[in-house]
């Protein structure tokens, strides 16, 4: 059965910095593209980030580039988001998504983080 | 970047009701339109992929057609269950965008 399970989310101030974490099981991890996506409250959904198997290759939408960092450790199933320059308009629960096979078709998501940029 | 319009944006309906729903994108995807449901305080959840391939365990009342800019999902009876919001995505190219979403209520 994939499962993902997110952690890492919470309170923090504008400017600030959180690194989100995902633990992934029952799949073969490596050789799955994943995503973050995000849901601010009361929102649809954004697309944040994208990673590939090896964690070779890194997208992000342009409201995070330069801020966000996406990696993976295939060694312990874990993806990482790492978020600097944290502004309000992050505020949002995060999702991690696994893609299906060679695409961004998201078939199992994570319950998600919720991380709250706030003074 | 590829923008992806819903309509309608809510939707009262009836258990039992036809339901479609629509979603353009402002250029050509081909088939790479993907359809998620979101229940409250719940993750997304896959429906149907490549614009119309059911995802394995979705009941068979949900559909979906479409190609190039127009696609529609569609819900042959509704239950109970189904109440909930609907995205469409574009698998089409990075950024991966979503719809605004559709809210299907109680009529």
């Known amino acids: 059965e994939v499962q993902l399970l997110e952690s890492g989310g919470g309170l923090v101030q504008p400017g600030g910095s959180l690194r989100l974490s995902c633990a992934a099981s029952?799949?073969?991890?490596?050789?799955?593209?994943m995503s973050w996506v995000r849901q601010a409250p009361g929102k649809g959904l954004e697309w944040v980030s994208a990673?590939?198997?090896?964690?070779?290759?890194?997208y992000y939408a342009d409201s995070v580039k330069g801020r966000f960092t996406f990696s993976r450790d295939n060694s312990k199933n874990t993806l990482y988001l790492q978020m600097n320059s944290l502004r309000a308009a992050d505020t949002a629960v995060y999702y991690c998504?696994?893609?299906?096979?060679?695409?961004?078709?998201?078939?199992?998501w994570g319950q998600g983080t919720l991380v709250t940029v706030s003074s | 970047d590829i923008q992806m319009t819903q309509s309608p944006s809510s939707l009262s309906a009836s258990v039992g009701d036809r339901v479609t729903i629509t979603c353009r994108a402002s250029?050509?995807?081909?088939?790479?339109l993907n359809w998620y449901q979101q229940k409250p305080g719940k993750a997304p959840k896959l429906l149907i992929y490549?614009?119309?391939s059911l995802q394995s365990g979705v009941p068979s009342r949900f559909s979906g057609s479409g190609s190039g800019t127009d696609f529609t999902l569609t819900i042959s009876s509704l239950q109970p269950e189904d109440f909930a919001t609907y995205y469409c995505?574009?698998?089409?190219?990075?950024?991966?965008?979503f719809g605004q979403g559709t809210k299907l209520e109680i009529k």
């Open positions: 998504a696994k893609a299906m096979s060679s695409s961004s078709v998201f078939d199992y």
């Open positions: 029952g799949f073969t991890f490596s050789s799955y593209a």
């Open positions: 990673i590939s198997g090896s964690g070779g290759t890194t």
């Open positions: 250029q050509s995807i081909s088939n790479y």
């Open positions: 490549a614009a119309s």
């Open positions: 995505q574009q698998s089409y190219s990075n950024p991966y965008s």
